[in-house]
T-cell receptor, first 111, second 112 residues
Framework: DVKVTQSSRYLVKRTGEKVFLECVQDMDHENMFWYRQDPGLGLRLIYFSYDVKMKEKGDIPEGYSVSREKKERFSLILESASTNQTSMYLC??????????FGPGTRLTVL | LAKTTQPISMDSYEGQEVNITCSHNNIATNDYITWYQQFPSQGPRFIIQGYKTKVTNEVASLFIPADRKSSTLSLPRVSLSDTAVYYCLVGDMDTGRRALTFGSGTRLQVQP
């Protein structure tokens, strides 16, 4: 079975902190994604990557950056966390035919 | 990326067939249609994908008319465990374009 793991299920940070969310997949997928999910807004794409060291902005990249140094790992970085970044963050990886496999999510609270 | 529109919520009873329709008027030639299911506190899970006509798997059927401007996810004989949010997505399958856009989804509530 494909497994996508995220470093934390729950995270609490303070405004202005630098936050790292880590995602690892074990199926050698080339494509990886970061989404955030908020009530009433569904999933919104932040960034995605279709190869090591490659990244593309999604619909809401502002306030975020990403890093893909190895194929299996895709990191989301909040340079200076703000309260409006309190959300559920979901990582996914996908096969060649674009079937996406999601991790369990990280619920981030910024105080 | 093509935008999708689907009902915000639907109610059903156990044992009924549920059809959720999604409209995607500006779907492009290279776009596939994909449906995902999401339970509370979990990430979405792939259900079914198609390009045209009808696709069926062990979980659902997907009906796509000839103009491909809409699609219908059909869940046969739903149970309480089918209560979830269902997302319709269209996505470009060309090389290098792997991003999909999730909308707000349809919240299906199955009653006993």
């Amino acid at each position: 079975d494909v497994k996508v793991t995220q470093s934390s299920r729950y995270l609490v940070k303070r405004t202005g902190e630098k936050v790292f969310l880590e995602c690892v997949q074990d199926m050698d997928h080339e494509n990886m994604f970061w989404y955030r999910q908020d009530p009433g807004l569904g999933l919104r794409l932040i960034y995605f990557s279709y190869d090591v060291k490659m990244k593309e902005k999604g619909d809401i990249p502002e306030g975020y950056s990403v890093s893909r140094e190895k194929k299996e790992r895709f990191s989301l970085i909040l340079e200076s966390a703000s309260t409006n970044q309190t959300s559920m963050y979901l990582c996914a990886s996908s096969t060649e035919d674009n079937e996406q496999f999601f991790g369990p999510g990280t619920r981030l609270t910024v105080l | 990326l093509a935008k999708t529109t689907q009902p915000i919520s639907m109610d059903s009873y156990e044992g009924q067939e549920v059809n959720i329709t999604c409209s995607h008027n500006n779907i492009a030639t290279n776009d596939y249609i994909t449906w995902y299911q999401q339970f509370p506190s979990q990430g979405p899970r792939f259900i079914i994908q198609g390009y045209k006509t009808k696709v069926t798997n062990e979980v659902a059927s997907l009906f796509i008319p000839a103009d491909r401007k809409s699609s219908t996810l059909s869940l046969p004989r739903v149970s309480l465990s089918d209560t979830a949010v269902y997302y319709c997505l269209v996505g470009d399958m060309d090389t290098g374009r792997r991003a999909l856009t999730f909308g707000s989804g349809t919240r299906l509530q199955v009653q006993p």
